[in-house]
T-cell receptor
């Protein structure tokens, strides 16, 4: 069965520091992978997606993610976080047209 | 253009009552999805409509849950005889093209959600 694991429930990072959020997936075929962000009281916003091709994908708000098939990972990174990046981040895999989400990682940004 | 809209934004209901949650997808989007977000279960798929095909109801947690999509556009999620464990945020999403070969096929755009509280 397909699954998505986000090992870190909560991450605290200083403003201006780099951020990396981990995502591991279990999927039989080439996965379609996504990262979404959810700010407090808001819906989910798509940050970036991977379908095929280049394993390093660029997204909105300065985020990027790297697909590593050998490690079954799709980690999200940002070189320098801003206070507005405080939110919950979800990794997801497409499963026959439906999204299967990880448990999410809450990011707190400190001054 | 306008995004996915959902109403109401908040709903408080008594245990045992029926509720209806509405979703207006992005105009022209052929696929519509319902998800549930709760503290205990995270984000869960509920049901998926694609064009005129029979919906994929594999995520509905019980027969108290049902959904319909009228005219290929607006969708209503109905929960009958609500229970306290139904308390959650119900999210609707839509996506555009019908051809899986198009990159946008799998991009789902989410509404702000309806927060349901069952007392």
């Amino acid at each position: 069965a397909q699954s998505v694991t986000q090992p870190d429930i909560h991450i605290t990072v200083s403003e201006g520091a780099s951020l990396e959020l981990r995502c591991n997936y279990s999927y039989g075929a080439t996965p379609y992978l996504f990262w979404y962000v959810q700010s407090p009281g808001q819906g989910l916003q798509l940050l970036l997606k991977y379908f095929s091709g280049d394993t390093l994908v660029q997204g909105i708000k300065g985020f990027e993610a790297e697909f590593k098939r050998s490690q079954s990972s799709f980690n999200l990174r940002k070189p320098s976080v801003h206070w507005s990046d405080a939110a919950e981040y979800f990794c997801a895999v497409d499963s026959w047209g439906k999204l299967q989400f990880g448990a999410g990682t809450q990011v707190v940004v400190t001054p | 253009g306008a995004g996915v809209s959902q109403s109401p934004s908040n709903k408080v209901t008594e245990k045992g009552k029926d509720v209806e949650l509405r979703c207006d997808p992005i105009s022209g989007h052929t696929a519509l999805y319902w998800y549930r977000q709760s503290l205990g279960q995270g984000l869960e798929f509920l049901i998926y409509f694609q064009g005129n095909s029979a919906p994929d109801k594999s995520g509905l947690p019980s027969d108290r849950f049902s959904a319909e999509r009228t005219g290929g556009s607006v969708s209503t999620l109905t929960i009958q005889r609500t229970q306290q464990e139904d308390s959650a945020v119900y999210l609707c999403a839509s996506s555009s093209p019908t051809d899986p070969g198009l990159a946008g096929f799998y991009e789902q755009y989410f509404g702000p959600g309806t927060r349901l509280t069952v007392t």
